[in-house]
Structure formats: structure tokens, C-alpha cells
């Protein structure tokens, strides 16, 4: 537990009572010393992402992002990634568009503070138009939300100097909000649905990119993140254990409707980089080693083969290639070719 954050809660607590779970969540992760003000992702952190995963993801982001240019003849093409963390695939994309005018946004100021001192990032707090494709890369999962259990909210408050759940009648605030869904938890993503209300009012024409662990139909359970290991106790150590729940794609998108942005088919991962072409990259690669090997370069060839087991885990069903990427758009806007293509592949696997 970081002390510091700890006693920022405890005095949120005291001065107004027991906390929805999305406050306890935003002072954790995103208050002064909270957890997302260094991110700890990496090898050497709690968790890994994609782009920490190979480079060549954010190459794939890239070739995603092509077809979305040319639909809106974008020139220069402007690009905001919301939850831009340590900025590595900023570093990625700009690598693969070095002409893209890219924006990366954070809450953190020491988020901020490391994003500043990436060549070809401008930094910013909040989304802020204009803007043509809005990319949220396993964002969605980690913004605050508010947490139903067996009819009641659960809200967070002290018993001597730990944290505790408080269940406590539902708010007509959090009922209308809820509407009809039951469940035995449910999971409310006030976050991830006012991110979508503010990239929708920045948005005057242009796509959104949301990828992240979730599905069509649900999201949860809630469980935290440290050291490459599941925490179920997120409330014990605030500001150290990262907290998370999947994304509940199909609220995300038929509220991102409501707001003028028409939602195309949500996708698994494995399935849109194939579609962009992992596999040739793949046998790219392999030719690669084979050259250095015949070349005497063998420290070389097993970086390569190293780097290339390594890629293979973003389109692996068991690991990332299980996430989900869901393309919104305004109505005037049409599917990318890559899209069409996973469609297509996945009816012929369906008949």
C-alpha cells in the first residue's frame, strides 16, 4: 500500500462517507502517486501489452489506420491515443507513419511528464479536437466504474485503517443508468461511457479505435494486476495493485449510437492482424533467421527467433490474440478493407 494514497482515500471517506467504487478507483490509479503516475508495464512491471509485447504491433495498428487516411482524404492525418501511458505505441506508429500528427493523452501528470520527451508526441490532458481516429489501446478496462452486487451498490468505506465494501441501496442516478440488467455483479463502466460522450463531441468526423480484453455481452469480474500476477483483494494495497474488468463491448457501442457513432462488428485480435498480414510478416521473419544463420550470425538469429516466439503471442486465442477491437465511426464513414476481410473469413468459418 502507498501510504500517501491510502490516506488520500481514508480522508475522501471520512469527509463524505463511504465511496462508489469508481472514486476509490480514480484516487488508486489516477490520484497524485497513483498507480497509472508511472505505469508499471513491461517485463519488469506488472503487465505487458501488445505493443511491449513486439514492435510489430504498432505496425499493425499502422497498416489499421491506412485505409482509415484515405477515407477521410485526412491530410495531415491526426491521431489521438487516449491512455497513451509510457508511450510505446506511439513510438510504433510514428515509426510506421512518420507523417501522422499524433496527440497522446493522459490524466497522470507523471504519465504526462514521459510522454513529453517522445519526438512526434504532442501531450495533452484531455481529448481535444480536431481529431481524425481517437485509439484507446486496453484503456477501457482500467477507467473507473461502479460496482452492482446482488441488488445493491457496493461502495468503499474504512474499518480502522482498512478498506472495506459497504452495500448500500441503488441511486435512481445508477438505476437509470443500469436500466434492466441483472446480474448477479454487474459491472457499470461510468468511465468508459463518458470517455465515449467526450471523443464523440471531439470527433467532427472520424473513427474511434477501442482494443481491449472484453466481449459482446458482458464485462467482469473485477480482479487486479502486480507483478504478472492476479490480485482478487483490490482493495488492500491502493495505488500499488492495478484494477481492472472486462470491457462490456456491447453497452460501449450501442451508448457510442446514442451519440452519433455507428459501431462496426466487434473483431478478436488474432483475426485482425491476420487480416493485415501477420502471417507473411511472419514467414518474413523466419527468412530472416534462416539468412543470418547461413550468414554465421547466430546471436542474431536467435534475437529474431526470440522476437518472432515473442509476436506470436499477439495472435494467440489463449493470450492478447483473445482481445477485441471495436471500430466506431461516424455515419458518413465506411468499413476498412481489413474489416471487410475478417467479416468475411469468419462467415466461410461459420458455414
Same mark, same amino acid.
Given at each position: 500500500?502507498?501510504?500517501d494514497v491510502?490516506?488520500?482515500i481514508?480522508?475522501?471517506?471520512?469527509r463524505?462517507?463511504?465511496?462508489?467504487?469508481?472514486?476509490?478507483?480514480?484516487?488508486?490509479?489516477?490520484?497524485?502517486?497513483g498507480?497509472?503516475?508511472?505505469?508499471?508495464?513491461?517485463?519488469?512491471?506488472?503487465?505487458?501489452?501488445?505493443?511491449?509485447?513486439?514492435?510489430?504491433?504498432?505496425?499493425?495498428?499502422?497498416?489499421?489506420?491506412?485505409?482509415?487516411?484515405? %477515407?477521410?482524404?485526412?491530410?495531415?492525418?491526426?491521431?489521438? !491515443? /487516449?491512455g @497513451? &501511458?509510457?508511450? =510505446?505505441?506511439a513510438?510504433? *506508429?510514428?515509426? %510506421?507513419?512518420?507523417?501522422?500528427?499524433?496527440?497522446?493523452? !493522459? /490524466?497522470? @501528470? &507523471?504519465a504526462? =511528464?514521459?510522454?513529453?520527451? *517522445?519526438?512526434?508526441?504532442?501531450?495533452?490532458?484531455?481529448?481535444?479536437?480536431?481529431?481524425?481516429?481517437?485509439?484507446?489501446n486496453?484503456?477501457?478496462?482500467n477507467?473507473?466504474?461502479?460496482l452492482?452486487?446482488?441488488?445493491?451498490?457496493?461502495?468503499?468505506?474504512?474499518?480502522?485503517?482498512?478498506?472495506?465494501?459497504?452495500?448500500?441501496?441503488?441511486?435512481?442516478?445508477?438505476?437509470?443508468?443500469?436500466g434492466?440488467?441483472?446480474?448477479d455483479?454487474?459491472?457499470?463502466?461510468?468511465?468508459?461511457?463518458?470517455?465515449?460522450?467526450?471523443?464523440?463531441?471531439?470527433?467532427d468526423?472520424?473513427?474511434?479505435?477501442l482494443?481491449?480484453?472484453?466481449?459482446?455481452?458482458?464485462?467482469g469480474?473485477?480482479?487486479?494486476?502486480?507483478?504478472?500476477?492476479?490480485?482478487?483483494?483490490?482493495l488492500?494495497?491502493?495505488?500499488?495493485?492495478?484494477?481492472?474488468?472486462?470491457?462490456?463491448?456491447?453497452?460501449i457501442?450501442?451508448?457510442?449510437?446514442?451519440?452519433?457513432?455507428?459501431?462496426?462488428?466487434?473483431?478478436?485480435?488474432?483475426?485482425?492482424?491476420?487480416a493485415?498480414?501477420?502471417?507473411?510478416?511472419?514467414?518474413?521473419?523466419?527468412?530472416?533467421?534462416?539468412?543470418?544463420?547461413?550468414?554465421?550470425?547466430?546471436?542474431e538469429?536467435?534475437?529474431?527467433?526470440?522476437?518472432?516466439?515473442?509476436a506470436?503471442?499477439?495472435?494467440?486465442?489463449?493470450?492478447?490474440?483473445?482481445m477485441?477491437?471495436l471500430?466506431?465511426?461516424?455515419?458518413?464513414?465506411?468499413?476498412?478493407?481489413?474489416?471487410?476481410?475478417?467479416?468475411?473469413?469468419?462467415h466461410?468459418?461459420?458455414?
Amino acid at each position: 500500500m502507498r501510504t500517501d494514497v491510502a490516506d488520500a482515500i481514508r480522508t475522501v471517506i471520512r469527509r463524505d462517507g463511504p465511496i462508489t467504487f469508481a472514486t476509490f478507483m480514480e484516487l488508486a490509479l489516477y490520484g497524485p502517486d497513483g498507480y497509472y503516475d508511472a505505469p508499471p508495464i513491461g517485463s519488469d512491471g506488472d503487465f505487458v501489452t501488445s505493443p511491449h509485447v513486439h514492435p510489430a504491433f504498432g505496425m499493425f495498428v499502422a497498416r489499421a489506420l491506412e485505409p482509415l487516411r484515405h %477515407a477521410l482524404r485526412a491530410e495531415p492525418f491526426r491521431v489521438t !491515443e /487516449v491512455g @497513451a &501511458g509510457d508511450g =510505446t505505441l506511439a513510438r510504433q *506508429i510514428i515509426a %510506421a507513419m512518420p507523417d501522422v500528427s499524433y496527440t497522446g493523452v !493522459e /490524466v497522470s @501528470a &507523471g504519465a504526462r =511528464t514521459a510522454l513529453s520527451d *517522445i519526438d512526434g508526441v504532442r501531450v495533452a490532458a484531455a481529448v481535444d479536437p480536431p481529431v481524425d481516429v481517437v485509439i484507446a489501446n486496453e484503456l477501457l478496462d482500467n477507467l473507473p466504474f461502479r460496482l452492482i452486487r446482488d441488488g445493491q451498490e457496493i461502495r468503499i468505506d474504512t474499518d480502522g485503517d482498512t478498506f472495506v465494501e459497504r452495500p448500500t441501496p441503488i441511486g435512481q442516478d445508477l438505476r437509470d443508468l443500469v436500466g434492466s440488467r441483472t446480474t448477479d455483479e454487474l459491472v457499470v463502466a461510468t468511465g468508459a461511457l463518458g470517455l465515449i460522450e467526450r471523443v464523440a463531441a471531439a470527433l467532427d468526423r472520424g473513427y474511434v479505435l477501442l482494443i481491449d480484453y472484453g466481449d459482446e455481452g458482458g464485462g467482469g469480474p473485477v480482479h487486479g494486476y502486480r507483478a504478472h500476477q492476479p490480485i482478487e483483494d483490490v482493495l488492500s494495497q491502493p495505488g500499488v495493485v492495478d484494477i481492472t474488468a472486462g470491457v462490456d463491448f456491447g453497452w460501449i457501442a450501442r451508448h457510442a449510437g446514442t451519440f452519433g457513432l455507428h459501431a462496426f462488428g466487434l473483431q478478436q485480435q488474432s483475426d485482425v492482424l491476420l487480416a493485415l498480414g501477420f502471417e507473411e510478416w511472419l514467414y518474413h521473419e523466419l527468412a530472416t533467421q534462416q539468412e543470418q544463420l547461413a550468414a554465421g550470425l547466430g546471436l542474431e538469429a536467435v534475437r529474431t527467433w526470440s522476437a518472432r516466439s515473442r509476436a506470436s503471442m499477439l495472435v494467440d486465442p489463449t493470450s492478447l490474440g483473445s482481445m477485441r477491437w471495436l471500430l466506431l465511426a461516424t455515419d458518413d464513414l465506411p468499413a476498412p478493407a481489413w474489416l471487410n476481410t475478417v467479416q468475411e473469413a469468419n462467415h466461410r468459418s461459420a458455414d
